[in-house]
């Protein structure tokens, strides 16, 4: 992208639009300032380039940028070292981006050679930061061996610097460094304070047995000749971390925690011991023996001084085997010593030894609950989910008995809360006590604005799991959420209104309460009422959506947001249109006709509100879908109803042909409204695949769009008489009521059809249902990712070559050659970490297309098109990709050279990203331009012999 030939394509919402142009005048200008005879200048220069970096993140730009700073390295003075030395830091994930690696690391390298020690000291610790590219240098790694006998303080903490990440990076560095710090470190003339910092470095030492094993034997020597506090903190992590990475002593590893747990008077010890069980519990559960488990039983139960801390600790141990295959040794092998400990502790004074106890019985009852269904002999008797819920409603009690909460507090309801919302995931019986317990605590008049916040968060996450529990509570909500109100508590009431809009989804929200939330609507800010707004959408609450929205888009001064509100209010406006439509058919052609109408004005809004930077490409698309399966309900429903004009089937029999014309025009009109809904359910799929970044709940929402219209298409299918198999909708326990209300249709249609004729009078009433249904029955919820995408992940291409004179000209190319055409791409996330996928591989297809022949020789035989078609599939390295293809254009003429993109993530799945690019490329034959200007010679010479006699004359 640096250079002329390359030029960037991204999508989604990073849009940069700056050629290469900008990025030379960029580095052009950093140039400048780090030519400067000012010192000042060069460090504002240096600084500026992580920025540049990211701009543009192509290998040809940050090759020659690191390049002139190593030059700046090498000439310049210490201050301007450390601020290359933050840029290599800032900048690591692009360094595996330039191209002369030797050349930029032996400028570096020049400066290990001066007399100054603080300018050797920035020197290791700059080639310490670019280990990931220099990682299997030799005369590196002797260089920062050599640096470790240094008596410099400063080089030496910058030589062990640069030493822990080489033997992160570098399995021949720590095989070469192995024998030189087991000397340091039994040497006497190393300083205490050396030997702690070197000791971290063996962590890294994980590649082979023989070097494991010696690792090991000297830290357990070390153990035992420095038993001070730091040296036993520092040596029993780095065995923690070096077992749970290799994966080979977690056994020892754990007997020699549990040793100094049992045996090691210092507190501090043991906490770091149990922190470091806990890593291990995580890595290797299915490594750890019956006896390791009692052992740490043992020690809660029988030590009776023991400080609440490290009763904490060695629960929460217990908590994390729980939570993993090792839960089945817990009540197997231990599971009365396990569940005296939580009967002792589940009720104990401090909450968060309480909230530990609950958790570690929340998993055991879990795991009983299910094996019921298995062998019931593995099941404990002591350990039921009813112990768990009485437990937990204990503790809801305890902690949200004050007026005000501490961190301690806030902690153990948050942890009480997770095992709560677990439980009721998992037994269904316990989960409505659980809910009635909240909801009067939630509901009491001691109850703060942290603590309601909270639960009202624990019933919102049950309510996502298990909405029917919610509707026993919505009269509590209702007046807690009046209180809120006039207490101007509106974050409190935000949630309130949630919890009312879950209680009363796929249902008509009460008047009371509609009232209750458009006062709250008018009384807060406008963010917050956005926010209520967007709840209500996302929860078929649309009149009260539309009626907030309607208010807010007067209240606005952006253009952008104008359209934006008013397509939203348009939304629900369509979508309360037909939730109001009754049973009769003229009210639900009418209800249709207007939804469709308002529906049209919301797409054109969404178009007016899209920006480059927010184009809206997933709303138009999902709404379009809609209104297309409101048409295809429609015309269903029209041709449904022209049934009416045809007589009973005995009755049509003796009649004359019109009647069979027009059921012929019936069964045609029914067909015709088959391939709408395949269509559109194809449409839904192609949706679907292009929504990398869409929380799990938007694609939910869209696989259950489109098991609708599946259902509707195979039941239009089965009366016509297209498939003979029973229509299964399987819409899963996920679906609200409607998919019973489906699933009775189902069975109606499916005895129906079985008799003959099957397109009857029956079988179409059972279409009229399932199509009004659809529309007026399944609530419509706007998706999360249609507000609010929790992660972004765009794709920057740049495409080489390219022409010279400019983005819209043809690459010239011979047509008896290659073209060689390189594609390099960066993937961008958000600053957030992906939250629900990641980018795997990158799949990059190459197309050509022939548009416009040329001239040929005269005696030459036209070449046949074969149209270019290739695809490769590459794995990103720290976010950077490229690979290349070779195109042939036998055929003289235009060529369009098409590349598309797409992921796949870690699942395999396959997600239909983009970008896309297109090339131009004119091949040519030498040949025939050498002809046509030896031509064009020829008739200029006879032109002008023309003109010479001509003016002779």
Known sequence: MASVGSRSVSVHESSYGETEHDANAALLELDKGLRSTKVGDQCESIVKFPRLFEKFPFPILINSAFLKLSDVFRLGNNFLRLCILKVTQQTEKHLDKILNVEEFMKRILMVIHSNDPLARALTLRTLGSIACIIAETKNVHHTVISCLDSHDSVELEAAIFAATRFAEQSKTFTVSIYTKLSAMIDSLATPIETKLKLLPIFEYMYHDIHTISGVRELCVRVLKSYPAKRFVLTTLHVLSQLASKSRLDIPDQVELLLSYVESDPRSDIKVKALKDLKVLANQGPHMWTKENIQRICQYVKQDENLSIILKTEAVDVLVNLASTIAVSCLINDTGSEVSDICTSYCYHDNVILASKACSLLTHLAVYNNKMKGGDAAVCSEAVTAMTAVTALQALLYTTTSTQSLTKQQSHALRSCLRSVVLLCSEFQDGCQSMVDIMASILTSVAVTGDIAGILCDGLSAIGNKERSSMQSILPGVTAMLQLSIQNNQHDLAIKLSTLVFQATSSRVIGRESQQLIL???????????????????????????????????????????????????????????????????????????????????????????????????????????????????????????????????????????????????????????????????????????????????????????????????????????????????????????????????????????????????????????????????????????????????????????????????????????????????????????????????????????????????????????????????????????????????????????????????????????????????????????????????????????????????
């Open 519 to 953: 006062e709250l609507s008018q009384s807060t800010n406008d963010w917050v009422s956005y926010r209520m707004a967007r709840q209500a959408a996302r929860y078929a609450h649309h009149f009260v959506a539309s009626q907030i929205f309607a208010t807010l888009s007067l209240k606005v001064s952006s253009e952008h947001y104008l359209f934006w509100l008013k397509s939203l209010q348009d939304i629900c406006k369509g979508e309360h249109c037909l939730q109001s439509v009754s049973e009769d058919s003229d009210s639900f052609i009418q209800g249709v006709t207007q939804a469709t109408f308002v529906y049209h004005q919301a797409i054109s809004c969404i178009r007016a509100a899209s920006r480059p930077s927010h184009p809206l490409t997933f709303h138009c698309k999902y709404m379009k879908l809609r209104v297309e399966m409101i048409q295809a309900c429609c015309q269903l429903h029209h041709g449904c109803q022209a049934l009416k004009t045809c007589p009973l089937p005995a009755i049509a029999s003796l009649t004359s042909g019109p009647h069979k014309i027009a059921q012929g025009q019936i069964i045609t009109q029914l067909e015709k409204s088959s391939t709408n809904f395949k269509s559109i359910v194809n449409g839904y799929k192609s949706l679907y695949q292009s929504l990398f970044d869409a929380d799990p709940q938007t694609l939910l929402n869209i696989q259950h769009l489109v098991k609708c219209c599946q259902f509707i298409s195979s039941a239009i299918d089965r009366v016509l008489g297209v498939v003979n198999t029973d229509i299964t909708s399987s819409f899963g326990e996920e679906v609200e009521d409607y998919g019973i209300i489906l699933e009775e249709i189902n069975s109606k249609l499916n005895q129906a059809t079985h008799k003959v004729p099957k397109v009857s009078h029956e079988s179409i009433s059972c279409l009229l249902s399932a199509c009004r249904v659809l529309l007026t029955r399944v609530p419509f919820k706007l998706p999360r990712y249609f507000f609010q995408s929790l992660q972004v992940t765009s794709i920057t291409l740049a495409i080489s070559p390219q022409a010279a004179r400019g983005l819209n000209e043809p690459v010239t190319l011979q047509h008896d050659s290659h073209l060689t055409l390189k594609v390099e791409g960066v993937i961008q996330n958000s600053k957030q970490p992906s939250v629900f996928r990641k980018v795997d591989k990158v799949k990059i297809s190459v197309t050509s297309q022939l548009q416009s022949r040329s001239q040929t020789l005269p005696d030459a035989k036209p070449a046949e098109n074969i149209p270019n078609k290739m695809e490769t599939m590459t794995e990103p390295h720290n976010d950077y990709f490229s690979c290349h293809f070779l195109l042939a254009f036998p055929v003289t003429g235009l060529h369009t050279v098409s590349i598309s993109t797409s992921v796949v993530d870690k699942d395999g799945l396959k997600w239909n990203t983009g970008p896309q690019s297109s090339l131009l490329v004119k091949s040519y034959d030498e040949l025939l331009r050498i002809q046509q200007h030896h031509q064009h010679q020829m008739h200029r010479a006879q032109q002008r012999a023309t003109n010479s006699t001509a003016s002779r004359s």
